[in-house]
């Protein structure tokens, strides 16, 4: 897998979709809230399909952040 693990480009192109994070490893971890594939909370999950293409970066780069301590750790 790329190392950007399917994301979109960094690139602020409004007239490209953003990618779904999805890899399909769905399953959400108790203590963090989030799924353990994607990083995505539930409610981000659930509303994916009804944010805008902002909406969508804004939480890209929520997933950045909470992926840097796992990336580190292992």
Sequence with gaps: MSPTHGRPTTRDDDATPVASPCIDICRI???SGWCEGCYR???EIAAWSRLDDAGKRAV???LDVRRKPEESAG
């Design 60 to 62: 890209w780069l929520q």
């Design 29 to 31: 971890d108790a203590a």
């Design 41 to 43: 909370t539930i409610d």
